[in-house]
């Protein structure tokens, strides 16, 4: 296992891109989205859900369980489901 730079935090981000031409991109995040410090609206909770959820379920499947979680959470489910 690689040891990562310890002046970033566990769940943020450093990555470096070194283009062709020379250049490098850089972008950090000091925190990713959808710990308690970046909470996920309902919209990215329901897009992520989908996105996971067809590698193992049929669409129509999928699409029922994100319905039948609204249902059990209310519109905040992104404070509910964690």
Do not use: C, W, Y
């Not at 972008?27 to 590698?55: C, I, Y």
């Amino acid at each position: 296992m690689r040891e990562g730079d310890p002046a970033i935090s566990e769940d943020g981000v450093h990555v470096e891109v070194e283009l062709e031409d020379g250049r490098v991109l850089v972008k950090e995040l000091d925190r990713s989205l959808g710990n308690l410090d970046r909470l996920m609206n309902d919209e990215q909770l329901s897009t992520k859900f989908r996105d996971q959820a067809v590698r193992i379920l049929p669409e129509d499947r999928s699409k029922r369980s994100l319905r039948n979680a609204g249902r059990r959470t209310g519109s905040r489910m992104s404070t509910e489901i964690s």
